[in-house]
C-alpha cells in the first residue's frame, strides 16, 4: 500500500475518533442516547456480534455509505469475519442494492485487502453513526 493510502487510512480513522469524541462532548442527550443505542444494538445477544455485523455491513452496502462500509468490514474482520464469508456478505448487498452498488463494493474490496495485508487501521470505538 502507498503513503497515500496510509494516510488516508489513517485520516478516516484518526477524524472519525476526533469527531465522534468532539459530538459526544456536546449536551444533545439525542445525540448521546442514539451513539449508545447504536453500540448497544451490535452487542451480542439472540444474535452473536459476528452476525450483526454482517448485517450491518450489508445494510451499509445497499445505503451506499463508504464510511459505514468501511467500519463493518474493520468490525467483521476483528469478529473473525472470513473471506469468504465476507465475499457471501458482498454478494448479499450487490444483489439487493443492484448495481449502483458496485463502486461501494470495490472500495470495500480494497479497504479489505488493506486490512488483510496488516497495512490497514482498523476502528476501534463502534459509533459509526
Known amino acids: 500500500m502507498s503513503d497515500g493510502q496510509e494516510d488516508r487510512l489513517a485520516a ?6 476526533r469527531m465522534n469524541d468532539r459530538i ?5 442527550q439525542v ?6 443505542l447504536d453500540t448497544q444494538a451490535y ?8 452476525t450483526k455485523e454482517l448485517l450491518g455491513l450489508v445494510a451499509s452496502l445497499v445505503l451506499r455509505c463508504d464510511d459505514c ?4 468490514v474493520a468490525q467483521c474482520r476483528q469478529a473473525g469475519v472470513s473471506r469468504d464469508e465476507m465475499f457471501e456478505t458482498f454478494s448479499v448487498g450487490l444483489i439487493v442494492g443492484g448495481s449502483i452498488v ?4 470495490r472500495r470495500a474490496v480494497d ?11 482498523t476502528p476501534s470505538v463502534h459509533d459509526h453513526a
Do not use: M, W
Open 43 to 50: 452487542q451480542a445477544g439472540a444474535l452473536d456480534v459476528k
Open 102 to 105: 458496485i463502486p461501494h463494493l
Open 24 to 28: 459526544l462532548a456536546e449536551p444533545n
Open 12 to 17: 478516516f480513522t484518526s477524524f472519525r475518533q
Open 111 to 121: 479497504f479489505l485487502d488493506q486490512l488483510e495485508s496488516g497495512e490497514g487501521t
Open 69 to 72: 462500509i468501511s467500519y463493518h
Open 31 to 36: 445525540v448521546r442516547r442514539f451513539f449508545a
